[in-house]
C-alpha cells in the first residue's frame, strides 16, 4: 500500500510510521510526503529517510480547489492509495475527500469528541479534565470528525505539566498511528469488492 504523509510542522509521527516500516510492523510504503509550510521540520526528516518532499503552498494558488487538484496530481505520479494526515493543519477540502473517498486517516491528540481543533492538548490540559487521549479517524468535511477507528485514553496526572503530558500523547500516538494504518490496510483488503463503503 502506497503512503502519502501530510504534514506542516515537526513530523514525528512521519518518522514514527517509517520506523514501524523498517522493522516491518507496518506492510506499506510512504511513497512521498506533503507539507504546506517551507520551514517544517519534517523537511530533514523526510531528507534523512530519502523520501520525497513535495511542498504546496495554498497561497499560490487561485482557489483551495486548485491547490488541491495541484497536490492530487502529485499523488497520482507518485501512485498513492492511502494519505495518512500527521499534523496537517489545514482542513481537507471536497476536491481531496472526492479524490480519495475514506482513504484519508488523521490523527487527533484528544479523545474525541472532546477537544477537537488546533490545540487538543492543550485545551485539556487548561480544562482541568481527568483524562485526555488520542484519537485515529477516517476524514470526512468536518474538523476532526469522521468513523473513530482507534482511540487510547490518557489520565491527566496533577503532577503532569503541559509539556510532561505531550510527551505522553507524543507516545501514544508514535505507537498506535502504524497500528492503526496496518489494521485499516487489512480491513481494505478483505472487502468485498462489491461492498461500496470503503472501496
Ligand atoms: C500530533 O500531535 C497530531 O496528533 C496532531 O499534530 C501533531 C503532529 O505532530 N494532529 P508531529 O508533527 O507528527 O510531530
Do not use: W
Amino acid at each position: 500500500m502506497r503512503l502519502a504523509v501530510f504534514a506542516s510542522g515537526n513530523g514525528s509521527n512521519f518518522s514514527a510510521i517509517q520506523e514501524a516500516i523498517l522493522s516491518k510492523e507496518l506492510s506499506a510504503d510512504i511513497a512521498c510526503v506533503i507539507c504546506d509550510q517551507k520551514d517544517a521540520g519534517i523537511y530533514q526528516r523526510a531528507k534523512d529517510a530519502g523520501i520525497p518532499i513535495y511542498y504546496f503552498d495554498i497561497k499560490t494558488f487561485s482557489s483551495k480547489k486548485e491547490y488541491e487538484k495541484a497536490i492530487i496530481a502529485q499523488l497520482d505520479k507518485e501512485m498513492v492509495e492511502l494519505i495518512i494526515l500527521a499534523g496537517y493543519m489545514r482542513i481537507v477540502g471536497s476536491t481531496l475527500l472526492e479524490a480519495f473517498p475514506k482513504r484519508i486517516l488523521n490523527i487527533h491528540p484528544s479523545y474525541l469528541p472532546a477537544f477537537p481543533g488546533k490545540q487538543g492538548i492543550r485545551d485539556a490540559f487548561e480544562a482541568g479534565v481527568d483524562q485526555t487521549g488520542v484519537t485515529i479517524h477516517i476524514v470526512d468535511e468536518g474538523v476532526d470528525s469522521g468513523p473513530i477507528l482507534a482511540q487510547e485514553k490518557l489520565p491527566i496526572l496533577s503532577t503532569d505539566s503541559l509539556a510532561t503530558l505531550e510527551a505522553k500523547i507524543h507516545g501514544i500516538e508514535h505507537r498506535l498511528y502504524s497500528k492503526t494504518i496496518q489494521d485499516y490496510i487489512n480491513q481494505l483488503k478483505t472487502r468485498r469488492t462489491y461492498d461500496t463503503s470503503i472501496n
